[in-house]
C-alpha cells in the first residue's frame, strides 16, 4: 500500500509469529465474573457489614436534632452540623483530623489483617453485593445466570433483564439522592425534586446515581483491580505476620478430583479436590490457590466455600484459611499467630492513633462556643475624628457555634488610652454569624507612627466564654 506521496507505507505488526517479537497488549481481555452464592461464618459477616452500614447510610439523613438535621453539611450556609456540633470553615483543623485518623486506621488493620476494609466495609464492596443480591433473586444462581446470558432474547430473559435493570437503577438514584441529602436537608431535597426543582441538586443526584449504577451493576471488580489505588500499595503494608487469605499448599497438593470413599492419601493426593468452588465464589474472579495476589479483597468466601467441601468430604476445615505467611510456613496454631499482632509497627499505628483521637475528642470537649475572626478596614487606614482622636475601623465576625441565641460584649486592650466605640452588646442567633463595625479611637499624638498590636476581648455572656483577637493600630505619618 502506497502513501499519498506515492512512496511504500511501512507496516508495523502488532503481533508475530517469532515469540521473541511478540507485543503485549496494553488491555487484557477480561471475562465476566459470575459470582456464585456461598453461605457460611465470612458470608454472614459480610451481609451484617451491609446491612449495617445502609441503615446508616440511608436513615441518618432522616433523623432530626431539635428543628434540623441530626448531620447535613450545608456547604451554601458554610456551617456543618454533626449531632449536637455546630462547625464552621474555621474548624477545619478537624476535619484534617479525621481524615489523617482514618488512614492511620486503615494502615492499622491493613497490618493486623490486610483488606478487612475492601472485603466488608468498603461503599464498592456494599452496593456491589446488594446489586448482585437483586440480580441473583430474578436471574437465579450462577449456572442460571450463565445459561440465561448465553441464550437468545427471549421473553423470559427480556423481562428479567428489565426487571433486574428497573431495581438498579431504583437503589441507584436512591442512593444519590440520599447522598445529597447530607449536603441539602433531605425534606426539602425530596419536596424539590417531587416538583423538578433545583437543577444542581438534580444534577447531583442523577450523577452519583450514575456512578452508583455504573460501579456496582457494571464494572464491579475492575474497580477494585484497576481503579482503587489502595489494590496497588497495600501490599507494602503487609509483612509475613499479617492475617490474610491463604492456601496451605503443603496440605492441599498435588489436587485432584476423588470419591469420598478413596484413599486420597495412598494414591499420592492432597486434600484440595480441585473443585473450583473458591474460585466461583470470589467477588474479583481469582484463584487463591496461586497464592497471595494484589486483586484478593480478603472477603473470605473461599474460605466458606472450602470449608463446606472440607465437611462434605469429611476432611479438616482450613484448607483456605485466614492466616499469615509465617503461620502457614511454620506450621503455627492461632495461639503463636495472635501472639504476633502486637508487633512493633501495629503498636506504633496504635498508640498515634490512639493519641489522636483523644486529642480531637478533648478538643471538641474544651472548644469555645464561638468564633471571631477581625479585618481591618482597608479604605481608610487611619483617620482624625472630632475630640481630637485617631481613629481606626475593623470589622469582626462574630460566629454562633451553639443552638440557642447569644449576646456578646466586646472590649479592647493594648493600647494606653484606647477607647471602643460599639453598641454594649450584640445578639446572634442560634448557629448564626454577624459582620459588626467597630471604631477603635485612641488621643491623637499619644502613639508614635507605625503599626501597634492591639487586642479585641469577645465575652459571651450566657456561658462566660471568651475569645481573644489580635490586629494592629495604625498610626500615619504626620
Known amino acids: 500500500m ?31 465474573v459470575y459470582p456464585r452464592s456461598i453461605s457460611g ?34 456547604l451554601g450556609a458554610r456551617r456543618f452540623y454533626l449531632f449536637g456540633l455546630v462547625l464552621y470553615p474555621q474548624d477545619f483543623i478537624y476535619l484534617t483530623t479525621l481524615l489523617i485518623i482514618s488512614a492511620l486506621a486503615l494502615f492499622l488493620f491493613t497490618a493486623v489483617a490486610g483488606r478487612l476494609w475492601c472485603g466488608f466495609a468498603c461503599p464498592q464492596t456494599v452496593y456491589t453485593e ?8 430474578i436471574e437465579g444462581d450462577r449456572s442460571a445466570r450463565l445459561r440465561l446470558d448465553g441464550s437468545p432474547w427471549t421473553f423470559e430473559k427480556i423481562w428479567k433483564k428489565t426487571v433486574k435493570q428497573f431495581l438498579w437503577i431504583a437503589v441507584s438514584v436512591w442512593t444519590g439522592f440520599t447522598f445529597v441529602g447530607y449536603f441539602v436537608p433531605i425534606r426539602q431535597l425530596g419536596g424539590e425534586l417531587m416538583a423538578l426543582q433545583g437543577t444542581w441538586q438534580i444534577f447531583w443526584v442523577l450523577f452519583y446515581g450514575f456512578a452508583t449504577y455504573g460501579n456496582a451493576g457494571f464494572l464491579r471488580e475492575q474497580v477494585c483491580k484497576y481503579m482503587c489505588p489502595y489494590a496497588r500499595f497495600q501490599s507494602a503494608m503487609f509483612d509475613r505476620d499479617t492475617l490474610i487469605v491463604t492456601y496451605d499448599e503443603a496440605r492441599g497438593e498435588p489436587r485432584g478430583p476423588r470419591t469420598k470413599t478413596v484413599d486420597y492419601k495412598a494414591k499420592g493426593l492432597g486434600d484440595c479436590i480441585d473443585c473450583t468452588l473458591c474460585v466461583q465464589v470470589c467477588p474479583v474472579g481469582i484463584d487463591i490457590r496461586n497464592g497471595l495476589q494484589y486483586e484478593c479483597i480478603g472477603c473470605g468466601l473461599c474460605v466458606d466455600a472450602c ?18 505467611q509465617n503461620g502457614v510456613s511454620r506450621g503455627w496454631g492461632k495461639v503463636e499467630i ?27 470537649a474544651v472548644r469555645t462556643p ?54 454594649p452588646e450584640y445578639v446572634i442567633e ?24 492591639v487586642r479585641f476581648e469577645v465575652l459571651a455572656v450566657e456561658s462566660g466564654a471568651k475569645v481573644l483577637e489580635k490586629s494592629v493600630f495604625l498610626v500615619p505619618r504626620q
Do not use: C
Not at 470449608?307 to 499469615?324: A, C, E, H
Not at 495472635?338 to 471538641?364: E, Q
Open 338 to 364: 495472635l501472639k504476633r499482632v502486637m508487633r512493633p509497627r501495629v503498636l506504633i499505628y496504635s498508640g498515634i492513633l490512639v493519641a489522636l483521637s483523644l486529642g480531637m475528642l478533648l478538643s471538641l
Open 370 to 423: 464561638f468564633k471571631v475572626d477581625v479585618v481591618r478596614d482597608r479604605a481608610a487606614l487611619a483617620r482624625i475624628v472630632a475630640g481630637g482622636k485617631l481613629e481606626n475601623i475593623y470589622r469582626l465576625q462574630i460566629m454562633n457555634a451553639t443552638e440557642v441565641s447569644q449576646h456578646y460584649r466586646l472590649s479592647v486592650s493594648g493600647l494606653e488610652g484606647a477607647q471602643l466605640v460599639a453598641e
Open 41 to 74: 461464618y465470612f458470608a454472614r459477616w459480610r451481609w451484617i457489614l451491609v446491612l449495617f452500614t445502609q441503615i446508616v447510610f440511608y436513615g441518618l439523613p432522616w433523623l432530626q436534632w431539635g428543628e434540623r438535621q441530626i448531620m447535613l453539611f450545608d
Open 2 to 32: 502506497n502513501t499519498p506521496s506515492g512512496k511504500p507505507r511501512k507496516v508495523i505488526p502488532i503481533a508475530s509469529a517469532d515469540p521473541q517479537n511478540e507485543i503485549a497488549s496494553l488491555y487484557e481481555a477480561q471475562k465476566k
Open 430 to 453: 442560634p448557629a448564626q454569624s454577624r459582620w459588626v463595625v467597630v471604631q477603635v479611637h485612641v488621643p491623637y499624638g499619644s502613639l508614635p507612627e507605625g503599626s501597634h498590636p
Open 130 to 137: 446488594i446489586f448482585m443480591w437483586i440480580e441473583h433473586k
Open 307 to 324: 470449608n463446606t467441601v472440607m465437611d462434605k468430604m469429611q476432611y479438616p476445615r482450613g484448607l483456605i484459611r485466614f492466616s499469615t
